[in-house]
């Protein structure tokens, strides 16, 4: 069982930026952010696996970076450049086993933290 610990949300206006981390209590060979605001489905953010190889959704390229540290087992998200339409609750999510091509897919993600809320405005 993986147990996923979200931190780092808030509020924050456009153009600003948040780090959002995730501690996990074992390490996970793919691990991932998703977010979901209300009354939208549940969207994969960014994904890395252990050895560094990552992917990003087309909303976030340029704008976010994931990376992880595999000795602490944490996740990271640095958020740069937030829009209004990032707004949502974040969540960690991790898998034993990688797919890139379902990297951002939630239905491959067996263990999920329980989300830290990011609020950008205008």
């Known amino acids: 069982q993986v147990q996923l610990v979200e931190s780092g949300g808030g509020s924050v206006q456009a153009g600003g930026s948040l780090r959002l981390s995730c501690a996990a209590s074992?390490?996970?060979?793919?691990m991932a952010w998703f977010r979901q605001a209300p009354g939208k489905e549940r969207e994969g953010v960014a994904a890395i696996t252990s050895d560094g190889n990552t992917r990003y959704a087309d909303s976030v390229k340029g704008r976010f970076t994931i990376s992880r540290d595999n000795i602490e087992k944490t996740l990271r998200l640095q958020m740069d450049g937030l829009k209004p339409e990032d707004t949502a609750m974040y969540y960690c999510a991790a898998a034993a086993v990688a797919n890139m091509d379902w990297a951002l897919k939630s239905n491959w993600y067996p263990y999920w933290g329980q989300g830290t809320q990011v609020t950008v405005s205008s």
């Open positions: 074992v390490s996970a060979y793919l």
